[in-house]
């Protein structure tokens, strides 16, 4: 690596691209490269460039060669160390009966084409397509270092699966996560959070060491947090993803870190059947006890505690259980969506044995129960803050206030605070006493569940993800958090979806319909569910659902159609009984 002296007029390219300031407008470019993310009442700068006397450092596919206006110096590094990845995969085949059969399509090599030719950027293919094929095959003709950024360990677990499958890696498969740091390797897994947390610290021999850098799931490189792994490493990025525009517009940022689209293809050869199940169960919002467990501390409805409300109300727990046994009755594989940790933790309980208790049922502890006397009374962390700083201009004051006769009543004052504040922090120290209690009463009823003979299985992040995969194998009906539902789920027997509480994102609803659109033998067609309650912000989002359906491109095999099950009052409402919503109809 040789030192280079950067001239003002000159630009270079590395990680990222070094523009001279008399070639551009700088602040036009600084304003178009600032974006706002609004994250829990706070705004977050997301600022894409950083600042030398004589350059602007842009994301390095800010603008392609052909848009450069200044000379441009290559200073990426020129050759990588060449490694051994052998692949066995065939693009475009599928393996039936232990027999890789020809697919009949060419979507595989067509994708492939286009990278071989391309300088990087996303590939964009349906779910099931073979993005992940795609990739390994790619990174074994490169025969670089390559290292495989995911999201989640549960896609982390799928990669290396696809690996051993496809892939012959004599020199092993590195990991770079948490305090794991085994990088120099052909091909090394990565997350999102590691990397971001090693953004400042990462040595430059390992940002020269990959040759190929690949994104799952690139969509996430937008948000502000993750974007720090975007421009750490020299070789040729790659994104994968099937929905690569944002709703809040910001797939621009990774385009301008990765690249365009090098190719997309989203046909798809199923296309679901989908019902919105009326519950008519809504809110008795007159009862105290409904509005303290459905709305947040400003008193406004909150999708996450309505969802874990639904999960504890009996009748709405059948109702749910009664949608999957029939799925069950016509042999069906079903994945069960909710946002809700307890409403699915409770599902699964009650589908074991409807009569023991839930995990909703296990109430606070009192202060009694971990031996206190002060009432358990939590304090958020910027109530925590004042009083802590309150306390400590108490504490000063008392220290050198005068005893005088004069000054005798302000020390009272200042002592009877300092014990009312004192008061407020035993009442937090005992509520997170109380709450490590109930924490502990929680996880020994999961793990007495997790033993109990079941056909279902439990996907929550307290269930280790190899657990978790063998449960999405094996048994018939999982429940799993919404999350592990939309993305990078890949368990090809699915039939089913049953989603409990709505969603209005149109790349969400796209992600969790590819979970079942893959291809089945022709034995069972494809099923999704939204059940529909009869609360106001949950209709809305169904409505925002259907919408996105009636507006489907026709290259996804759009518009796609849908029934109300249920709806009495709406005019699109269907005569077909609930028990045929999971009968095949070849």
């Known amino acids: 690596m040789k030192l280079l002296v950067r001239k003002p007029d000159v630009g270079y390219l590395e990680a990222g691209l070094w523009v001279p300031k008399s070639a551009i407008n700088t602040e036009g470019t600084k304003n178009a490269l600032t974006f706002q993310f609004f994250e829990r009442e706070k705004v977050i700068l997301l600022q894409l460039y950083r600042e030398t006397e004589h350059h602007l450092i842009l994301p390095r596919e800010f603008w392609g060669p052909q848009d450069y206006a200044f000379p441009v110096i290559d200073c990426r590094p020129q050759r990588y160390e060449r490694v051994v990845i052998n692949s066995r995969v065939k693009l475009d085949h599928r393996l039936e009966g232990g027999k ?74 590195g990991l770079i996560q948490g305090d794991v740091f085994d990088w120099k390797k052909p091909i090394v897994l990565a997350t999102y959070h590691t990397l971001a947390n090693l953004a400042h610290l990462l040595p430059e021999e390992v940002r020269r060491w990959f040759g190929t850098i690949i994104w799952d799931e690139a969509h996430h490189i937008s948000a502000p947090t993750f974007s720090r792994s975007a421009d750490l490493f020299y070789g040729l990025r790659l994104g994968l993803t099937a929905t690569p525009e944002r709703e809040d517009g910001y797939h621009v940022v990774y385009n301008f870190h990765i690249g365009p689209i090098i190719y997309k293809n989203l046909s798809q050869e199923l296309t679901p059947k989908i019902f919105f199940i009326w519950t008519g169960m809504g809110l008795d919002i007159s009862d105290p006890r409904v509005q303290a467990a459905a709305r947040d501390r400003n008193g406004e409805l909150h999708i996450g505690k309505i969802a874990g409300f639904l999960g504890s109300w009996p009748q709405r727990i059948d109702f749910a259980l009664d949608q999957i046994r029939q799925a069950v009755a016509n042999d069906r594989k079903v994945l069960f969506l909710s946002k809700s940790v307890d409403a699915l933790v409770n599902l699964l309980a009650a589908w074991n044995n409807r009569q023991q208790p839930l995990v909703s049922d296990i109430p606070f502890p009192t202060e009694a129960d971990v031996g206190e006397v002060a009432h358990p009374a939590p304090l958020d962390p910027r109530t925590m803050k004042n009083v802590m700083k309150q306390l400590h201009v108490t504490i000063a004051k008392i220290a050198t206030a005068s005893t005088t006769a004069h000054n005798h009543i302000a020390l009272q004052g200042e002592t009877l605070k300092k014990q009312q504040l004192e008061l407020l922090l035993e009442g937090h120290r005992v509520y997170k006493k109380c709450e490590a209690l109930w924490n502990k009463q929680r996880a020994d009823y999961l793990k007495v569940l997790l033993k109990q003979p079941s056909t279902a299985g439990l996907m929550i992040y307290k269930v280790k993800p190899e657990a978790r995969a063998k449960m999405l194998r094996d048994k018939q009906v999982t429940f799993a958090i919404m999350k592990y539902g939309k993305e990078g789920l890949n368990e090809r027997a699915l039939d089913t979806i049953i989603v409990n509480e709505p969603l209005s994102s149109r790349n969400a609803l796209q992600q969790l319909m590819g979970r079942v659109l893959r291809k089945k033998d022709g034995k069972q067609e494809p099923v999704v569910v939204f059940l529909e309650d009869d609360i106001g912000p949950f209709i809305g989002m169904c409505k925002k659902l259907k919408s996105h359906l009636a507006d489907w491109p026709a290259e996804q095999n759009g518009p796609l159609s849908y029934q109300n099950i249920g709806h009495i009052n709406t005019k699109k409402a269907s005569i077909c009984p609930t028990s045929m919503v999971f009968k095949n109809t070849p």
């Open 100 to 173: 890789l059969i020809p697919t009949g399509k060419t979507v595989q090599q067509e994708a492939m084409n286009a990278l071989l030719k391309s300088r990087g950027g996303i590939l964009q293919l349906s779910c099931g397509s073979g993005k992940t094929v795609v990739a390994l095959d790619f990174a074994a003709r490169r025969q670089f270092p390559t290292l495989i950024i995911v999201d989640t360990t549960e896609l982390m677990r799928q990669w290396r699966e696809e690996i051993e499958a496809h892939l012959e890696v004599p020199d092993g498969v």
